[in-house]
């Protein structure tokens, strides 16, 4: 599908049943050796009541947004914007050297105390992200919750997400409980895991990880682990604006078409 100006990308999931995937709304893999994929990029556009995260395996993406900040992402460096009461950014992406270009995008939705609370951009390079190593051989990187008393930098959110990259060798399993009563999601990047049984570029709502935990198979896996607390609240979506009824969404439009979504009056 395309999205932005024109970047070719992949839709895991969003849009449809977000009780399901709730807090998350969506989750997108740009994936390409080919610039005409997706150098047109995401030109300036608004967000409220969400949490967008990039995270970025290859390649490069340059943005800018309306609280001034301005810099590039680059490969394992995370970006955790919350739009609250409003923002308005651009994402500009660039290949590496070989015209590789690989990220994820997803968005966590925010409760509706904090849907019109101030904007917040925090970014994290990769050294930044801890990193550890599993006894086979596999690695964890903890972007945000707690493996194994390792703490990700990112901290704060109203949802309590776990956001991990996890590498497993052929046939080696990955044993970790998610919090109770949490949505959980795994979306495998590369390789196989027979179980579940899932292959590349699929993902699964989980219920939990079983006894045996999650297990690669001969090929190896490399996936993404999200899980963060069901909000449970009324969602009226359209684009990049997620609120809970449709007058507050049609508030957004109009405030963003005559100029006044980011000016803070509106903002609790």
């Not at 699964?204 to 045996?212: F, M, P, Q, T």
Request: glycine residues 14%.
């Amino acid at each position: 599908m395309l999205e932005g100006a024109g970047v070719k990308l992949q839709r895991i999931f969003g849009f449809s049943q977000p009780e399901l995937y709730d807090p998350f709304l969506l989750l997108d893999d740009f994936h390409s050796s080919r610039p005409e994929d997706y150098l047109k990029g995401f030109p300036w556009h608004p967000h409220r009541g969400i949490e967008t995260i990039t995270y970025l395996i290859e390649g490069e993406v340059d943005h800018q947004d309306s609280l001034g900040n301005k810099g590039t992402i680059g490969p394992g460096d995370v970006q955790w914007m919350t739009a609250g009461g409003g923002i308005i950014h651009q994402e500009m992406p660039r290949g590496d050297a070989q015209g590789r270009l690989w990220g994820l995008q997803l968005w966590a939705n925010l409760p509706a105390s904090e849907k019109l609370g101030p904007p917040r951009y925090r970014g994290f390079t990769a050294d930044e992200i801890p990193e550890a190593s599993l006894a086979d051989g596999g690695k964890v990187k903890v972007i945000a919750g707690t493996w194994r008393g390792i703490q990700g930098p990112v901290e704060g959110v109203a949802i309590n997400p776990e956001y991990f990259d996890i590498t497993l060798e052929p046939d080696q399993a990955f044993l970790h409980t998610p919090p109770p009563g949490e949505t959980f999601i795994i979306y495998l990047l590369t390789g196989r895991l027979t179980d579940p049984g899932l292959s590349s570029g699929t993902a699964a709502v989980l219920e939990d990880i079983g006894a045996s935990g999650l297990k690669a198979g001969k090929e190896g896996a490399r996936f993404i682990w999200i899980s963060g607390r069901p909000l449970k609240e009324p969602i009226a979506w359209q684009g990049p604006i997620v609120m809970n009824t449709q007058k507050e969404l049609e508030e957004a439009f109009r405030q963003y078409r005559d100029g006044t979504f980011l000016d803070p009056p509106h903002r609790s």
